[in-house]
């Protein structure tokens, strides 16, 4: 059985019919426009931001949101618009980092568990269970402790929780495909295992990967605020969400706004990220029943 690539017409064609269905998930389409807006934000960055992001004045320190700071300004003086939004630049580092280590390897390591099955499957999957049996963010804390505090210690703390709902996942769709007629056909022509786990069973598993992977960018999105948050994330002078978090709960009765930006940023990325993995569900699982 051989595969037919898409024509350039064909793929404009797919991916019409893709925009069209997002469009009639309004609250999907609003979470595309919002990820789409903070990819944008996190690359122009330096020309969207008013000030430099570690530009300190003391004596503008703790000022109210007004005409010269729309969002106020810190214990330092700085900025906080100006820092959340190269904030959402080490935000989107993190998430696309994480997500483009635990895709694959989640992917790799469910499909090849429920294609071959046996004892390959046993072992996978009872790796997988002890990793899944820690809390996610206690296990990410633990790493990002032992392997030092900073960015990307947090990227790999992140990374090495996040993949077994993604391999668990696979798992389960490689079981129902590699019984499907096509597989069963591609092996009576003489397909080997490898090229059958690669070329028939892994890309009918991509689509619920994918949607599950834009589920989890809101759970990673959480779990890196939460690193910064105790100090263990990204380090100054970076800005990050979740340290501007812990910086401003001290001010948090008398100068809100110090806390309440970053947090804000924070809950609409996460409901961004969910709403579109949920729009997306809908689309691309066709086993998804619609309302």
Not at 9 to 28: H, T
Not at 148 to 167: D, N, Q, R
Not at 203 to 210: A, D, K, N, T
Not at 236 to 247: D, F, N, Q
């Amino acid at each position: 059985m051989t595969t037919i690539p898409l024509t350039p017409p064909a793929r404009m064609g797919a991916f019409r019919r893709f925009l069209g269905d997002l469009a009639r998930e309004p609250l999907g389409l609003a979470g595309a426009i919002v990820v789409a807006a903070l990819v944008l934000v996190a690359i122009f960055a330096p020309l969207l931001a008013p000030y430099p992001p570690a530009e300190q004045s003391l004596a503008d320190a703790l000022l109210p949101p007004s005409a010269a700071h729309w969002l106020g300004t810190d214990e330092y003086g700085r900025d906080i618009l100006s820092r959340l939004i190269w904030g959402a630049r080490v935000t989107m580092r993190t998430v696309l980092s994480v997500t483009a280590i635990v895709g694959p390897i989640g992917l790799l390591i469910g499909v090849t568990a429920g294609f071959f099955g046996g004892r390959v499957d046993a072992i996978l999957m009872r790796i997988t269970d002890i990793v899944l049996s820690f809390p996610s963010l206690v296990l990410a804390l633990a790493f990002a402790a032992a392997l030092g505090a900073g960015l990307g210690t947090a990227i790999i703390a992140i990374s090495l929780t996040a993949w077994p709902p993604i391999a668990r996942l696979a798992r389960a769709e490689a079981l129902v495909v590699r019984n499907a007629d096509y597989v069963a056909a591609a092996r009576i022509y003489g397909a080997g295992r490898w090229r059958l786990l690669f070329l028939y069973v892994a890309p009918m598993c991509l689509p619920s990967v994918v949607v599950r992977l834009t589920l989890n960018m809101a759970v990673i999105t959480l779990t890196a605020a939460s690193l910064g948050f105790l100090g263990l994330g990204a380090q100054p002078p970076l800005p990050e969400w979740g340290a501007m978090i812990s910086a401003g709960r001290k001010f948090m009765l008398d100068q809100w706004w110090v806390a309440l930006m970053p947090g804000i940023a924070i809950l609409l990325t996460s409901l961004a990220f969910n709403v579109l993995g949920d729009a997306l569900r809908d689309i691309l699982d066709p086993r998804h029943s619609r309302d």
